[in-house]
Nanobody
Framework: QVQLVESGGGLVQAGGSLRLSCAAS????????MGWFRQAPGKEREFVAA????????SYADTVKGRFTISRDNTKKTVYLQMNSLKPEDTAVYYC???????????????????WGQGTQVTVSS
């Protein structure tokens, strides 16, 4: 069982930066690939970024590639999302998720993530 708690969201101006954190409980964090997803009002949840259990494989949505960086610290049971050059269209609730897989799967498929956090709001003003 994995419990996830996100933090670090907030209000930022366009062009600014935020770093989201997702702290996990449980003994199996290092076995899980981790992902970040987001959902804007009136839109479906979409994939943002993911990392394999070791951190050796990373994946990004095209919309955030070059601006966002996902990382993890297995000793701290935490995954991060560094968000730079934020745009108003990045406004959404951001969710952290843990997959039942460690690597070698479709990182963007949210049905392959069995554990979810409660979400943190990110608002980017123009």
């Amino acid at each position: 069982q994995v419990q996830l708690v996100e933090s670090g969201g907030g209000l930022v101006q366009a062009g600014g930066s935020l770093r989201l954190s997702c702290a996990a409980s449980g003994r199996t964090f290092s076995r899980h690939a981790m992902g970040w997803f987001r959902q804007a009002p009136g839109k479906e949840r979409e994939f943002v970024a993911a990392t394999s259990s070791s951190g050796g494989s990373l994946s990004y949505a095209d919309t955030v590639k070059g601006r966002f960086t996902i990382s993890r610290d297995n000793t701290k049971k935490t995954v991060y999302l560094q968000m730079n050059s934020l745009k108003p269209e990045d406004t959404a609730v951001y969710y952290c998720a843990a997959s039942t897989y460690s690597d070698y799967f479709n990182f963007a498929d949210d049905s392959l993530y069995g554990y979810w956090g409660q979400g943190t709001q990110v608002t980017v003003s123009s």
